[in-house]
């Protein structure tokens, strides 16, 4: 295992899909799944495939297409789950078994009305029942955010004992800061003496907007592995979003660490995304949002034109976006004016600017944009004697 690699798990196609309107069929699980492989995603959760026979088909015929890829089924800690998840995965060249049970006094008491010990004993069982079917498995300590350390510690200890290669780390209710959380993994890679034998894995919430801070401060602290989804989407404000984790790591080169994704992938499959899973991306969305690479304030477009990265530092085409735009509104100034003038073939000098400026605001200050064709007949109302077209 490369030290400095992150294994990027997505799981558009199970957590995603668990958006209220974004249920997929298995036509379209399959065409997405083929995408999240060229993107170069390592494992694909491909769904939960006891809850129901139409996503029992969707991971089965997955799994029989996906060639390079690990392709994951989601299980509860019950033998039936474990075996039905085995059954579907059963075509896949690389198959995990991901099966786990909560953690936190929270899931202990009042949704299992159970033990400590009980849980415990519960989830190393669960990896045994997995074992039996593969040697790829995973477990996952539901709400181990708001777990207690020394708790959790042990429960990880005695499941990669009992086989697990993968140790999930949720934060299930996105609660968590992301010193508390990095501090969390930071404290099982101390304490769990066994932690050597198995990949640590984040699966953070958006709650209250951190999960993308959490999973790299995760990475930071010693996990290899992000579950994440496109356009961060999941259960109630959604999951970590994979372009938002991939492009962090890539940018900043000086962490050391490295994922697998091709990064000129990401908008398109972002847009494809959206557009089958019926769920806009939000304009100002990092990477892969309509504004991302937009520019509307005078004072950032200036500086843009002198040199981009004065306010981008990534170029649009690194994520397969289109070029940056510059939009003009009544915030916007001269240079922003005349580099689009520019734009349409229109060559003024500054004299000139000056005087279309104060037409410009008139028409600005009435409308939330000012078009190509707003600026078209500007042109025309107003022609400088030295105004020429290229």
């Excluded at 994704?261 to 990092?286: C, D, T, W, Y």
Aim: glycine share 6%.
């Amino acid at each position: 295992m490369a030290q400095n690699k992150v294994y990027i798990f997505d799981t558009t196609l199970r957590d995603g899909e668990q958006v209220p309107g974004c249920k997929l069929n298995t036509t379209e699980k399959l065409e997405l799944a083929l995408q999240l492989e060229a993107l170069g995603v390592d494992i694909i959760e491909a769904g939960f495939p006891i809850s129901s026979p139409g996503d029992f088909e969707s991971v089965s015929r997955i799994a029989a297409i996906v060639k390079n890829a690990t392709v994951c089924g989601l299980s509860r800690a019950v033998q039936k789950d474990i075996e039905v998840a085995a059954q579907a995965l059963k075509p896949a060249r690389h198959c995990r078994i991901h099966t786990g049970i909560g953690t936190s006094d929270y899931h202990i008491k009042s949704k299992f009305n159970s033990t400590r010990e009980d849980i415990l004993k519960r989830a190393v069982q669960c990896v045994k029942w997995a074992r039996n079917f593969t040697d790829d498995v995973e477990f996952y300590a539901e709400d181990a955010g708001r777990t207690e350390n020394e708790y959790l510690a042990r429960v990880i200890e005695a499941v990669i004992a009992a086989g697990a290669t993968t140790v999930n780390i949720p934060d299930t209710t996105g609660y968590c800061l992301p010193n508390q959380y990095g501090e969390k993994i930071a404290f099982l890679v101390n304490n769990v003496p066994n932690i050597d034998k198995a990949i640590i894995s984040c699966h953070c919430h958006n709650d209250l907007g951190l999960a993308t801070a959490n999973s790299i401060s995760g990475v930071m602290n010693g996990a290899r592995q992000i579950e994440c989804t496109m356009n961060g989407l999941g259960e109630r404000a959604g999951n970590t979003s994979l372009e938002e984790v991939v492009m962090i790591l890539k940018q900043h080169k000086d962490l050391g660490y490295y994922t697998n994704i091709n990064a000129k992938g990401l908008n398109p499959l972002s847009r494809q995304v959206s557009e089958i899973m019926r769920m806009p991306v939000q304009p100002n969305k990092a990477i892969v949002g309509a504004n991302a690479f937009s520019h509307s304030s005078g004072i950032h477009q200036d500086g843009f034109l002198k040199d981009a990265q004065t306010y981008e530092t990534i170029n649009p085409e690194e994520v397969g976006a289109e070029q940056s735009k510059i939009v003009l509104t009544a915030r916007s100034g001269r240079s922003a004016l005349a580099y689009r003038f520019q734009k349409l073939g229109y060559q003024y000098t500054r004299n000139d600017i000056d005087v279309l400026y104060e037409a410009f605001l008139k028409v600005a200050d009435s409308k939330k944009e000012v078009r190509e064709e707003d600026l078209v007949q500007l042109a025309q109302q107003h022609q400088p004697e030295t105004a020429s077209i290229a």
